[in-house]
């Protein structure tokens, strides 16, 4: 994962955090207001339309680049699906509670964002079955191993940061998806399609390559004596 990405998830979490943290300090202050709830729902809204924003800023800055690139299709739109559900869930711990069943999940178009508590875990599932396979040999057409790589990497920053939708009562089930996502690096070594030893003496033991040398002087030796016998002979 790129230093640029990394450097924008950091951004747009202190960014969706402010906006939040501003809604929700707006919201108590205007809690005893004889409009409060007119008033309320103009602070939703625009805090909705705040994130909403720091998204869209986010998708033409970074997380578009590998798309452009061509490393995997709709890598962007993966990607901010899994950081919406986080996004979401954050902001509504921020709002007073009695706000928090009015805020409007935010989120990349066409994404289904009301359930996201379970469809941030369905999205990590396919991940790790992608990368399963690709460490088989296997290669999907929908992304690449970097790309998945990526994904994994959001996927473990969001838990990591306090991500826990549907598992919120879960701690064990939260423990087992970050340790599936810390998984190991596939070896360069053990590549399937690496290529065949050469046919040399390197690597091979030191006696047996001792012997190999000698039986080569004792033949050309041999080869010698015989034609300097057939050569002196009457």
């Not at 088989?136 to 970097?146: C, F, I, N, P, T």
């Not at 070594?189 to 004792?218: I, M, Q």
Request: hydrophobic content about 45%.
């Amino acid at each position: 994962m790129s230093v640029a990405l990394w450097l924008e998830v950091f951004a747009l979490r202190d960014r969706v955090d402010r906006a939040a943290e501003r809604a929700a300090h707006q919201l108590r202050t205007s809690s005893s207001d004889v409009e409060a709830t007119s008033r309320s729902a103009l602070i939703l809204s625009t805090l909705h339309m705040d994130v909403r924003h720091a998204l869209e800023r986010s998708m033409t800055t970074a997380f578009d680049v590998p798309a452009r690139r061509g490393d995997a299709d709709h890598f962007a739109d993966r990607a901010l699906r899994l950081i919406s559900f986080w996004l979401n869930e954050r902001i509504r711990r921020r709002l007073p509670a009695a706000d928090r069943a009015d805020w409007q999940p935010v989120g990349p178009a066409g994404a289904e964002l009301l359930n996201g508590g379970r469809l941030f875990f369905v999205d990590v599932d396919e991940v790790l079955a992608e990368l399963g396979r690709s460490s088989l040999g296997w290669r999907s057409g929908a992304s690449d191993v970097s790309t998945l790589d990526t994904l994994a990497d959001l996927a473990l920053f969001c838990l990591e940061e306090g991500f826990t939708g549907e598992l919120a009562g879960s701690p064990r089930g939260l423990e087992e998806y970050k340790a599936r996502l810390r998984r190991p690096r596939p070896s360069a070594t053990a590549t399937p399609d690496a290529p065949e030893p050469s046919a040399t003496l390197e690597g091979v033991p030191w006696a047996p390559r001792v012997a190999s040398a000698l039986g080569v002087w004792l033949l050309f030796y041999g080869l010698c004596a015989a034609a300097l016998g057939w050569w002196g002979g009457p």
